[in-house]
């Protein structure tokens, strides 16, 4: 995994943590209007930034991604390999 | 219903191994008290939970701690 790739898939996680923990918030706070257009615009960004690095790098999710040839899946780039 | 991410939850990066501190870490994933025991707990009492806000905090932590495991 290349410097580039490594930082577009630190964007990625980032963009993705700041999903998870408002998710969990509005869990308990589901009328917190403000909490909500966060919640919002970060799911977009998250969007924008995976599509980016699956056109760029192949597929974070198998099942949600068309796939090129040969099969891209198994094409190394785990998160534990540098 | 579970879906594999090719990411980590959140970044980490051992500067200096230190097989002592992974023994310990380790017991923290697997053991009695650790993220897998937790999780599971969560994601079995969410079924009786009386409101909607305590099943949806249940369900999303119990995912949320299986997802520490994946940690590296």
Redesign the interface.
């Known amino acids: 995994m290349d410097q580039n790739q490594e930082n577009l898939l630190k964007e990625v996680m980032a963009a993705d943590f700041t999903v998870t923990d408002l998710m969990l918030y509005l869990d308990t706070h589901p009328c917190d209007q403000n909490a909500i257009a966060l919640y919002n615009y970060s799911v977009q960004r998250s969007l924008t930034l995976r599509q980016e690095y699956e056109r760029l790098y192949g597929p974070i999710i198998a099942q949600l991604t068309p796939s090129k040839f040969p099969w891209q899946w198994v094409q190394g780039d785990w998160p534990w390999e540098k | 219903m579970w879906?594999?991410?090719?990411?980590?939850?959140?970044?980490v990066k051992i500067k200096n191994p230190n097989p002592r501190m992974a023994k310990y870490i380790i017991t923290q994933y697997g053991g009695p008290d650790g993220e897998l025991a937790a999780s599971l707990r969560y994601l079995s009492q969410r079924f009786s939970m009386p409101t909607?806000?305590a099943r949806?905090?249940l369900n999303?932590?119990g995912i949320?701690f299986s997802k520490l495991l994946?940690i590296?």
Do not use: Q
């Open positions: 879906v594999y991410e090719k990411k980590l939850e959140y970044p909607n806000e949806a905090i999303d932590i949320s994946t590296k």
